[in-house]
């Protein structure tokens, strides 16, 4: 049995229950049964692409997957995958029990053959550099910290295209909303520090 508590104040009262896993967005141009979209969901390989920090690990990885897909159900023309930082909240006692999932960010996409990412390095320093990315040029940015649902305002970049992460150990997902190869606006994952549970 493997576990992780966490805690927060208040403690004599419930509280919700968040965790941080990953998501798997099938692209077709059909909609997806849900016995389908579980099976997926249930596959561990599939869920624990979120964790992979290396990006050409995840490039390959994911191509895998989408190959992997496509010989399962071929009658699914599927079109590619996008693969999710979620977090799951679990709501407060007495609540009834279900996961809610709240997106994070795209870590990586691979949709009609054209795979897409924006994760930048995210030194021990916390300064983050956007220069090397073009699309992060002037791109709405947030910060999640700690795996919850609420962004936070990100530090502005300053001329060099430089921006100083806030310090510490906790988990933190900076985030851009960007257009993606269809024109869609979506959250993309620029710069995550993760922590050891997660």
């Known amino acids: 049995m493997f576990a992780a508590m966490r805690a927060k ?3 004599a009262e419930h509280q919700a229950y968040q965790l941080i896993a990953g998501r ?6 059909h909609p997806i049964a849900p016995e389908l979209q579980a099976a997926v969901d249930r596959d561990y390989a599939f869920r624990t692409l979120h964790r992979e920090t290396d990006r050409a690990a995840l490039r390959a990885r ?4 989408l190959t992997e897909l496509g010989r399962r159900y ?20 007495p609540a ?3 996961l809610i999932p709240h997106d994070l960010g795209i870590l990586g996409e691979l949709v009609d053959g054209t795979w897409t990412d924006h994760v930048v390095a995210l030194p021990a320093s916390g300064r983050v550099s956007l220069a090397g990315d073009p699309a992060l040029t002037g791109a ?26 806030p310090p510490g150990r906790d988990m933190l997902h900076l985030v851009a909303r ?20 997660w």
């Open 140 to 165: 709405p940015l947030a910060i999640y910290r700690e795996g919850l649902p609420v962004a936070g305002p990100p530090p502005a970049a300053d001329a060099a295209g430089i921006l100083q992460v």
């Open 96 to 98: 009834p029990a279900r």
């Open 9 to 11: 104040r208040p403690y």
């Open 178 to 197: 960007l257009p993606g190869h269809d024109g869609v606006v979506r959250p993309y994952v620029v710069a995550r520090r993760t922590t050891a549970y």
């Open 74 to 93: 071929p009658a699914l023309a599927l079109r590619g995958v996008r693969v999710y930082v979620t977090m799951f909240e679990l709501p407060a006692y």
């Open 62 to 65: 994911t191509t895998a997957m």
């Open 24 to 29: 798997i967005e099938l692209v077709t141009d």
